[in-house]
């Protein structure tokens, strides 16, 4: 009631269009429910229809892998700020060595898991690691590894209050004050028949032993949401359309002529259908005259075309799902014939700024940042590495810049000019160049200075002219 009268009070004093109860906003009542309460109801069929769509469309398949392939690549690797430079050599070789053994399930390398969680990040809108302590005798380099949980095994669904005052929400406990404690996860995935686990076992895992990758869109959110909620409808509904213009073309493609008759019973020669089912053929060969019966005729069949509007709706529907995705359309789509360099300059330009925030916000802080702290405190503490004063400056050891995977361009030669003509001004730094390239400098002028070692005592030029061959002098 109170409501009705603010709408009819704001249409007459005016203000906000959006806010009024005019004709064209009559129907548009959206929910004025938290976000959270919008998830604990929804949640769970969103994510089913985006892993759908994903598993059975192929625009939701490439938008999946291409977000994946920009936002990750080969991985987002890390470079220690460590002073010390043997001790940050004796670090990164330890790192290197163990991420060949931090995927519990032994399927991929730590750049793998990045991968896989940047995967169901874009798919169910979240995926959570649980660090996973290791005893000595199993003989990794360092005894951690991460267990991949995805959404499905923390139920939406698990909201209490507990004995101790704590409070459990989606499946997240938090304490008094607001802090994660726990996660009650389930020990079985609840869609998998083929484990043959207690269904609906729960167990409660202390929050420290959990990375929970999130890309919340609302403040106060718990629990992610699909990045294709906004384009599943146009998805499914555009998938309905081709198949149904596909099994049109595909029928009227199997009528070649009609025969029109005035007498049903004195129609050209037939023979019955092979199948059984009692229909009548004509068989047609090529160059085959066929006398008709006076009155009888032939009618070509003329199927109606799909017509100028198929390519055009559909490439207006794309750009929609483009939009609701955040994939540039020829990521989406695989088109490259309306792509020019400008224009995929721009969309890529866009695309990467998107990415970039993406990798610092969620990828980096949430995930990587964690790994690469609980690694180095385990390594310590069981003796693959040796650090003195580590508990006293542990915060200037575990400092680290993460670094991703370069970008290829449209025109890389054009960029590179520019890179080169930019340091050489001092807006940017050597350091900064191959940061962004996803190299660590030291790094690379160590390798740089190592091979020009070896080209001067094996006598090889590269990048100039070759020295001039000397010839012995002839003999006599």
């Known amino acids: 009631m109170l409501g009705s009268f603010r709408r009819r009070l704001g249409a007459l004093i005016g203000g906000f269009e959006a806010a009024q109860g005019s004709r064209r906003l009559k ?8 976000v959270n309460t919008l998830i604990a109801a929804a949640g769970s069929d969103i994510t089913a229809r985006a892993r759908y769509l994903v598993r059975n469309n192929g625009y939701a398949l490439n938008a999946a892998e291409s977000w994946t392939g920009n936002a990750v690549g080969t991985g987002i690797k890390p470079s220690s700020l460590i002073a010390d430079k043997d001790l940050k050599t004796l670090v990164q070789q330890l790192w290197l060595a163990w991420t060949d053994e931090s995927d519990a399930e ?4 730590f750049f ?46 698990r909201t209490e209050v507990l004995p101790n005052g704590n409070v459990i929400r989606q499946g997240i406990e938090f304490d008094r004050i607001g802090r994660r404690a726990a996660y009650w996860f389930l020990r079985r995935h609840p869609g998998d028949l083929t484990d043959p686990g207690m269904v609906g076992e729960m167990v409660r895992v202390p929050a420290a032993e959990i990375i929970h990758v999130i890309d919340p869109v609302e403040s106060g959110q718990l629990r992610g949401v699909s990045r294709l909620a906004p384009a599943i409808v146009k998805l499914f509904l555009l998938d309905q359309y081709d ?35 009692g229909d009548r ?33 559909e490439y207006r529907t794309l750009l929609q799902i483009s939009a609701a995705t955040g994939i540039p359309y020829a990521y989406l789509s695989n088109d490259m014939l309306k792509a020019n360099y400008s224009n995929s300059r721009m969309a890529l330009l866009e695309f990467r700024r998107r990415v970039e925030a993406w990798q610092h916000s969620v990828m980096v802080h949430q995930m990587c ?5 609980r690694w180095l405190d385990v390594a310590v503490l069981s003796g693959a590495l040796d650090i003195p004063g580590y508990e006293r400056k542990r915060a200037s050891f575990i400092a680290c810049s993460w670094l991703p995977p370069k970008w290829d361009w449209v025109d890389p030669l054009k960029d590179a000019k520019a890179e080169i003509e930019q340091i050489g001004a001092g807006l940017k730094s050597r350091t900064q160049a191959l940061a ?41």
């Open 27 to 34: 129907g548009f009542q959206p929910s004025r429910a938290h």
């Open 106 to 109: 032994e399927l991929t390398d």
């Open 112 to 157: 793998g898991q990045q991968r896989r969680a940047a995967r169901e990040v874009f798919i169910a809108g979240e995926v959570f690691f649980r660090l996973r302590p290791r005893r000595p005798e199993d003989g990794l380099t360092v005894p951690l590894q991460l267990q991949m949980l995805p959404s499905e095994m923390l139920p939406l669904t």
């Open 243 to 277: 198949d149904a213009e596909l099994e049109r073309k595909k029928i009227a493609a199997m009528y070649a002529m009609f025969v029109i008759s005035p007498a049903p019973t004195d129609i050209i020669d037939v023979t019955p259908a092979d199948d059984g089912s």
């Open 281 to 313: 053929i004509v068989e047609v060969q090529p160059g085959q005259v066929v006398p008709l019966e006076p009155g009888e005729q032939i009618q070509t069949s003329a199927p109606a075309d799909v017509g100028g509007s198929y390519e055009p709706f």
């Open 369 to 373: 940042r964690k790994v690469w702290q």
């Open 436 to 476: 962004e390239r996803g190299y660590d400098a030291e790094q690379v002028d160590a390798e740089i200075a190592t091979d020009r070692e070896r080209e001067q005592r094996l006598g090889l030029t590269f990048g100039s002219d070759p020295p001039p061959l000397l010839l012995p002098p002839p003999t006599s």
